[in-house]
């Protein structure tokens, strides 16, 4: 039986049985026992399958994975102890020492160090587009060893909707995979695999847990991509893995294949599992994700709308406002709203931007976005100071950007506490 998105919310992921309880239940166990060595021994060889240890596998985190599998119409998916581990997990699952990635520029700061960085100290190359680039710019980044391009659908802090036509078409034709990190619409708004995106990846510790409790990331696969039309550049999936006595994961797994080795090799060895508490509160979020999505939506257009007329207002950026240069790719792509999150600048810069910061008393200034309070950040001293003026222009955060997400409280209290702090800082 198949549902539609609102049911899927709620229910999908876990169908107690006869007798069993209603709500997903915490499996805080590490291990799981069975009758006989030769029964753990065939799922060691992952001849059959059954949880055995909870670095790998857990009942919890399965059933929050498979809610969210169902959220963005994929065949399989993992979670992770973060939205970093998310995104590395997702890349180097297909991506080692000598190859290399092409990546949208317009990036959240974090997965910008971990792909300029510490991925390239491990023999990862890559080259960043500026996401308005034009195909053939596009096509030019490609190189014989590119494993994968990586976007995000919406991008922050920066608010760019990807294009995802030119994006999808790029990497296909360059025969591999569109990655794309879809934390800020969530499939409420935004659902990559209709649009030509092969894996999606999420920080759930934004609106999907919602409530700013729990680190938390997922990878989902849409099981559309054919590894195997490309045997040499996806060998690590295809040819036998000798650390599972020769097992070949597109072979057994079918379209399982890619989440089936990110778990058995990149779980097993570097072990970035979520607790199950972590995911029973993460499935907590996920049950009204709809609601809460469409509601940060509605409060941000008011609040956006409330905002590019004020007088003290130099430049805002909501994909929502028709003024916005991203207006109609997200009419395209995410016609039902983009998200909570706006950026917009002060007249007086940077400093007035820390006045305005301080003075308000309902918005919080946090390392955080996209949960159900009204919070603000300054990303050019915060999540991207590491960046230099260029880098941050590149990544289109100016250095008086203000990214506000509004949350779910009352509209006119938002907009008052708004108010009240572009009077004080004046
Ligand atoms: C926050 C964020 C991440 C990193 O996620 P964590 O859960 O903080 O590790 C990755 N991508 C995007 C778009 C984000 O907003």
Known sequence: MSYKINTNCIQAGYSPKNGEPRVLPIYQSTTFKYDSSAEM???????????????????????????IAALEGGVAAVLTSSGQSANFFALFNIAGAGDHIVCSSALYGGTFNLI???????????????????????DAAFRPNTKAVFAESLSNPSLCVLDFEKFANAAHKNGVPLIVDNTFPTPINCRPFEFGADIVTHSTT?????????????????????????????????????SYHGISYTESFKEGAYITKMTVQLMRDLGCTPAPASAFLLNHG?????????????????????????PDVKWIDYPGLESSRHHALAER??????????????????????????SLKLAAVVTHVADARTC???????????????????????????????????????????????????
């Open 206 to 242: 934004k609106y999907m847990e919602g409530h700013a409790c729990t680190i938390g990331g997922a990878v989902v696969d849409s099981g559309k991509f054919k590894w195997t039309d490309y045997p040499e550049k996806f060998a690590p999936l295809i040819q036998p893995d000798e």
């Open 116 to 138: 300029s960085v510490t991925m390239k100290r491990m023999g990862i190359d890559s080259t960043f587009v500026d996401p308005e680039c034009s195909p053939e710019e596009l």
């Open 376 to 426: 603000v950040l300054h990303p050019a001293s915060t999540t991207h100071r590491q960046m230099t003026d260029e880098q941050l222009i590149s990544c289109g955060v100016s250095p008086d950007l203000i990214r506000l997400s509004v949350g779910i409280e009352d509209l006119d209290d938002i907009i008052s506490d708004l108010e009240q702090a572009i009077g004080v800082s004046k």
């Open 333 to 358: 792509y995410m016609p039902n709203g983009t998200s909570g999150v706006i950026a917009f600048g002060l007249e007086g810069g940077r400093d007035r931007a820390m006045r305005f910061m301080d």
């Open 286 to 310: 996920l049950e009204t994700l709809h609601l809460r999505v469409k509601r940060h939506c509605e409060n941000a257009l008011a609040v956006a709308k409330w905002l590019e007329k004020h």
């Open 41 to 67: 021994g065939d799922l060691f060889d992952l001849k059959a399958s059954g949880f055995f240890y909870s670095r790998l596998q857990n009942p919890t985190c399965d059933a929050v994975a498979a809610k």
